[in-house]
């Protein structure tokens, strides 16, 4: 690798497009389970927050799931899915989402006090209003944090995908190394962290517009 | 052919007994190379973390770090640290001890920070110095976490470790990416299975440690689950 720069700018500027198409694929496959644990979470956590019997099994099972490390998990799904598919990567992630929302969704839940929720049941809120107006935004703000830890390692380990074929911007890396070729590589990191940090900060300002209170209090002290 | 067919090929296979193939040979060096690079990150992140948190000062730098560090891709970090330092495991030390090192901070920092403040005075006041408040309070105080932290950060490099004998590092990895590479399902999902069960271990191993090895003032603890999928 002797007189190779580490970033060669040209390389980029031809692959513009093509890095685009790699992106795109990338926030699917990394975004999309994680996505669909918000939607298993909720109701699961629902379930959990209301029977405490429920959740400690669960969270025992979860637990293990979010030590599994993603590499082997994505070879086992292989005879199931198929080399090269999006559902080998997806549905390993969406486990690694719900695992992470879960516990995140139940202390949200749990964090809703008794005579708040009692006041609502006085003024006339059925138990799914209830759950609509009171529970849910008083979640928010636990929700959203899980959400952003969640997000984030999906899309650092969507790219481990590349190794069983399908990784979006992880094909990068394979590809500058089978080359000794290191600006993909380059790009495929800055990138990477690029989308991470924006949905997080995205993540952030939808908490502020959703849960403004949440921000006040944590500048209130603690 | 199944799950039960491959796990016989693989198991029963000679070269799995010994050589430099064998499964005793590759979980030692599976378990050799995430202990180094353990011991490499604790010796940077501990002593920093702890007084980082005593002080108070660049909690904020921390916490905004680990959050970053978490976006790293580990199979990008890896592939460009051969490309970069050249083949050989000292090149993929090197990542590793970057993505171990933020959870042992973030652990150290917070353990710390959650000692009491009035048991901190309380030392304080019966005329202890700092060093010795740090290490006779709060030190003992942020052994939970800090457990929690290691565990994190075991599991995080057991899966990295595996995700780097992409890049020729020897352990339980190469089965698996061998295997991809030469078809050979069998000896894939055997790794697979040998990888799984090292990460359930090591979870296990730390639970244990917490419940047995800790004071036992500081059992009753709950271990937090701060870390993150790998």
């Given at each position: 690798m002797d007189g190779e720069p580490i970033v060669r700018w040209y390389w980029i500027g031809d692959h513009l497009g093509y890095l685009g198409d790699l992106l795109a694929d990338h926030a699917v496959i990394a975004l999309l389970p994680v996505l669909i644990g918000l939607m298993l979470a909720i109701p699961l956590g629902l379930a959990c927050a209301r029977h405490p019997r429920l959740y400690q099994p669960l969270a025992a099972v979860f637990n293990i799931v979010y030590a599994l490390p993603s590499l082997a998990v994505f070879v086992v799904l292989i005879p199931y899915t198929?080399?090269?598919?999006?559902a080998t990567v997806m549905i390993p992630l969406t486990f690694y989402a719900l695992a992470v929302l879960l516990p995140t969704t139940v202390d949200g839940l749990r964090a809703v006090p008794d005579p708040v929720r009692q006041a609502a049941t006085a003024m006339g809120y059925g138990p799914w209003h209830r759950l609509a107006a009171v529970e849910l935004p008083a979640a928010v703000p636990y929700l959203v944090a899980g959400l952003r830890v969640a997000a984030v390692s999906s899309i650092s380990l969507a790219s481990v995908g590349a190794l069983v074929g399908r990784g979006g911007l992880g094909y990068l890396f394979v590809d500058g190394f089978q080359r000794t070729f290191p600006t993909p590589i380059v790009a495929g990191i800055v990138l990477i962290t690029a989308l991470a940090l924006t949905v997080d900060l995205l993540l952030v300002g939808a908490r502020r517009l959703l849960a403004p209170w949440a921000v006040r209090e944590k500048g209130a002290g603690r | 052919m199944n799950w039960l067919t491959w796990l016989g090929d693989f198991f029963s296979d000679?070269?799995?007994?010994?050589?430099?193939?064998s499964i005793v040979n590759r979980i030692a060096e599976h378990l050799l190379f995430s202990a180094e690079a353990l011991l490499f990150a604790a010796l940077l992140a501990v002593p920093l973390g702890l007084l980082i948190g005593y002080t108070g000062r660049g909690v904020t730098a921390v916490t905004a770090l680990a959050g970053a560090a978490r976006a790293l891709p580990t199979l990008g970090l890896v592939t460009l640290a051969v490309l970069l330092a050249g083949v050989g495991d000292t090149a993929v030390l090197v990542p590793l001890v970057a993505l171990a090192a933020p959870p042992l901070l973030v652990a150290a920092v917070e353990g710390v920070r959650g000692t009491d403040p009035d048991v901190r005075d309380a030392a304080r006041g019966v005329g202890l110095t700092h060093p010795q408040v740090l290490w006779q309070v709060c030190v003992p105080s942020a052994l939970p976490t800090l457990l929690a932290g290691f565990r994190t950060a075991t599991v995080q490099v057991i899966a990295t470790a595996t995700v780097a004998a992409y890049v020729g590092?020897?352990?339980?990895?190469r089965y698996v990416v061998d295997g991809l590479a030469t078809r050979d399902y069998a000896m894939t999902v055997g790794g697979a299975l040998l990888v799984v069960l090292l990460a359930v271990g090591a979870q296990l191993f730390f639970a244990l440690l917490a419940r047995y090895a800790l004071p036992p003032g500081l059992r009753a603890q709950q271990l937090a689950a701060a870390g993150e999928p790998s």
């Open positions: 198929g080399l090269a598919t999006q | 000679p070269d799995r007994r010994s050589g430099p193939n590092l020897g352990g339980l990895g």
